[in-house]
């Protein structure tokens, strides 16, 4: 299993290196050392973690749905012509892109500043690793 620097675990986590290090401290996150004598957190330690830790911001929506993929942003710009509009929206370290109706934006009010939610519904998402790992 590959091991994460601290560094990289709290990038991966969307946290600072310091919140990785208390919760390493606090015996939360189980860590060893590496080779060289630096911290790292086994792979699929932090995995798990992830998803034992992970909270989801409540949906400001406050309506149901089968979508699973949700996520909670927002919108940082609007681009509209005649017919079309492109959406963009940061939901934490993630930036997503919208393509909708102009008709859509103002039905939904969306402008820089509204909270919004991004549902992602895909027959296909595709999967890669960094070059040369295992």
Known sequence: MPSLRIKDAAGLLGVSDDTVRRW???????????ASGRMVVDGKVLAEFAVEHASPPPNPLGSGTSARNRLVGLVTKVTTDKVMAEVQMQ???????????????????LEPGSVAVAMVKATTVIVETPEGSS
Do not use: H, N, Q, Y
């Not at 390493?24 to 590496?34: E, N, Q, R, T, V």
């Not at 939901?91 to 009010?109: H, I, K, N, Q």
């Open 24 to 34: 390493i401290d606090s015996g939360a996150l189980p860590a060893s050392k590496d």
């Open 91 to 109: 939901c934490g370290p993630f930036t997503v892109v919208s393509l909708m109706s102009s008709a859509s934006v103002r039905e939904l009010g």
